[in-house]
Structure formats: C-alpha cells, structure tokens
C-alpha cells in the first residue's frame, strides 16, 4: 500500500524556471492538499482540491497553479519559480473533509530556488 | 491574520517530565481541534484530535484540554520520552467546511 507520494523529494531549480511537484495517492481520496512549510511560517495552504477538476485558494496562492484531472494525482506547478518559493512542499489528502477531516501527508519535496 | 496562535516555538524537557504546547484560536465557529506530530524529514500525521463537546480527550500519554470560553486548547504530553522530541502543530477547522488552519507548530526536544 504506497498510500501518498510525491516526487521528486529534493529538487533544485533557478529563477524563472517552471517546476512541477507530482503528488500521487492511492486511497481514492476525495480531498488533496498543498502545503509549504517555512522556518516560522509552520504549514500554509497553498491550494486545495475537493475532486477532480475542483480546485480552491488556499492561504499563500500567487505563484503557484494547480490541476487535477485525475483523483488520485494533484501537481503543483511553480509557473516562474523564484527565490522566495524555495521552501518545503507537502501534499496530503483525506478522504472526506466532512467525515474525520484527518490529513494523511506525503513525505515532502525539498525545492531550492537559485 | 494568524487565526490559530501556537506557543511555545521550542521547548526542551526532561525525560519522564510533562510537556505542554498551547494554542488560542478567534474564530468561535471552529469546532475541530487536531494535533499534529510531525518527525524530522517526514511529513506530519495525526496525533490527536478533540471536538468542543468534550474538555479533555486522552489517547496513552497524550492529553488535550479543551476551553471553549477562553478559545484554548493544549497538549500535554505525560512521561515525556526522547523519542517524542518532534515538532508539534495545532490545528482548527469548522467540520465539513474550511481547510485546516496549523498553529506555526513547536519544536520539542526531551532530553534524558
């Protein structure tokens, strides 16, 4: 059972380019999740996603684009990366938001912008 | 706007000592309160999680209290052991409807 993924897990990219995280979950998941984590910040939203080809805004947006055609894949893509988007990137998922609301977290992807 | 205020940043304790983090909230309309633990280069998973109906909610060694009227609710981590040394986040939800809001989370170190 691989439950959720993500890849790469360490990725170094420059300015300007554009980067895509991949998340993948195998539970069937209505719910996925973007998250970065920064020193101080804890985690912040970046978006989320009720369904397939549902999407919503988190917290810290701009920068970022989202799609999800499939359940149970959610990319993250950084369209012009740039240096204050190098952080850490969770993706999470849960299998309903009205039910128990627990988050199950990928093991992260470690981005540096240059 | 930080609607979930999350404290201490660090803590250290002694091994077989209490731990306590806590956390105050503004929105009255949450009525979800998980915890989070979260390994060093690992992703965060559940510990523990209250709903306002309840003051208190313990699982083994972890305890979390709960005070609807002063907006707070803590975790207190019994016979605090190395192996909890971790970073801990709280959270808050309205069920059903928001995402979940994370406290910015407190790094614990149990000391022996």
């Known amino acids: 059972d691989a439950g959720i993924t993500q890849s790469p897990r360490y990725k170094i990219t420059e300015t300007g380019r554009q980067v895509t995280l991949m998340c993948h979950q195998t539970?069937?998941?209505?719910?996925m999740f973007w998250y970065r984590q920064d020193l101080g910040h804890g985690l912040r939203l970046i978006y989320y996603?009720?369904?397939?080809?549902?999407?919503d805004k988190g917290e810290v947006p701009d920068g970022y684009v989202v799609s999800r055609s499939k359940t149970e894949n959610f990319p993250l893509t950084l369209e012009s990366a740039t240096r204050s988007q190098t952080s850490v990137y969770f993706c999470?998922?849960?299998?309903?938001?009205?039910?128990?609301?627990?988050?199950?977290f990928g093991p992260g992807t470690r981005l540096t912008v240059l | 706007q930080q609607q979930v205020k999350q404290s201490p940043q660090s803590l250290i304790v002694q091994k077989g000592g209490i731990s306590i983090i806590n956390c105050a909230y503004e929105?009255?309309?949450?009525?979800?309160f998980p915890w989070y633990q979260q390994f060093p280069g690992k992703g965060p998973a559940l510990l523990i999680a209250?709903?306002?109906?309840?003051s208190e909610k313990k699982e083994g060694r972890f305890t979390i209290s709960f005070n609807k009227s002063a907006k707070q609710f803590s975790l207190h981590i019994m016979d605090s052991q190395p192996g909890d040394s971790a970073t801990y986040f709280c959270?808050?939800?309205?069920?059903?409807?928001?995402?979940?809001?994370f406290g910015k989370g407190t790094r614990l170190s149990v000391i022996a």
């Open positions: 959270a808050a939800s309205i069920k059903g409807n928001t995402p979940l809001v």
């Open positions: 996603s009720a369904a397939a080809d549902i999407t």
């Open positions: 929105n009255t309309a949450f009525d979800y």
């Open positions: 999470a998922s849960s299998k309903d938001r009205g039910a128990t609301d627990t988050q199950y």
């Open positions: 209250i709903r306002p109906d309840v």
């Open positions: 539970w069937s998941h209505s719910y």
